[in-house]
């Protein structure tokens, strides 16, 4: 849908309301290619922003309402309009909460109206490809967008952050939406979520014959949000009894109860395969981040226990057909994982993966190679 997204979002725009929209905002899903569940504990994370976005076709409105309507395969869904004044967390169900969610807040922050939004998107939704939140990330930039607001990303990401944990109800870190707002073209960003530093590390796997395989299992399980949670929660118990802000200054596991210490290990050993991998990709030895993203894995296997089957098997199966390396990405218990591929062996990895899948009488998962790609904006 790349180049005609917008377009689709103009158009069913057009229909449904007799005139152009004032503009079409867009923002990219994301694959993290390491510093998973690391965000929340004020560490690491590297994400890069995928071809895949979400188009937000957008006029303001005087009467405070919100309409919202989504074409999804040429058919329109138009939604129940909100009442911007009415908005409160668990008045709005289903997909419509998340830029309900975003108006919500940035009312909160006296930016933003009224508006009809038409909304468009090729991101895989339920993939743990950041689906939702590149439809927050757009939302917000149209909204700000009609009201002639300019604030700076970072506070977007925490805007956009609010509405996710506040009126969505998931209790989420803060890698999704930066990366939808500030990754670029053909880079990594590796941001430092404590201080908000980031840097555009450029990433270039097809000049190393490489690509970055995403694998989705085309599964999530149920326990998404309380698993989620619950890790989130032991992770800040562990700091508590450490006695540190947060476990990114965790210096180790030692003193900590026998429950909270692997998810202690895999904070900490996670942050030091960030920081080795930009290292590795500074110095463009891309081969040898393989290994960084199959111990990655390996920690959120055993030690966080955010895996499942279908993502064991992927990464599996990814690497025993010649992957470097294969991880999991995103929360887990479903969604994607990612295999570093030598560009000659990818048709046999896709091959060995969709084979396992059939062995273990799976549904076929989605593949594709993703490059770094741009982030949010404005298209019209
Ligand atoms: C999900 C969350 F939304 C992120 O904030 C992050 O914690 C990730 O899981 C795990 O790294 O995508």
Redesign the pocket.
Known sequence: MNSTGSNIAADAFRRLHGAAPAGVWSAPGRV?LI??????NDGF?LPFAIPHRTWVAASPREDGVITLASVQDGQVEVAEPVRLAELEPGTVQGWVAYPAGVAWVLRQQGVGGGADLVVAGDVPRGA?L?SS?SLEVATALALLGLSGADPSRSDIAKWVQQAENDFVG?P?????QTASLCCTDAHVLFLDVRSGRQEQVPFDAGAHGLEVLVIDTRVSHSLVESG?GERRRGCERAADVLGVASLRDAAGEEGLPDELRPLARHVITENERVLKTVELLKQERYAEIGPLLSASHASLRDDYRVSCVELDVAAEAAEKAGALGARMI??GFGGSAIALVPRELRERVETGVAEAFAAHGFGSPRMFAAVPSAGAGRDV
Do not use: I, P, R
């Not at 510093?35 to 929340?40: K, L, N, R, V």
């Not at 989420?172 to 999704?176: K, Q, R, S």
């Open positions: 993290n510093g998973e569940h690391t965000d929340y994370v743990g950041s939140h998931a989420t870190g803060l890698l999704d989620y995103g929360g």
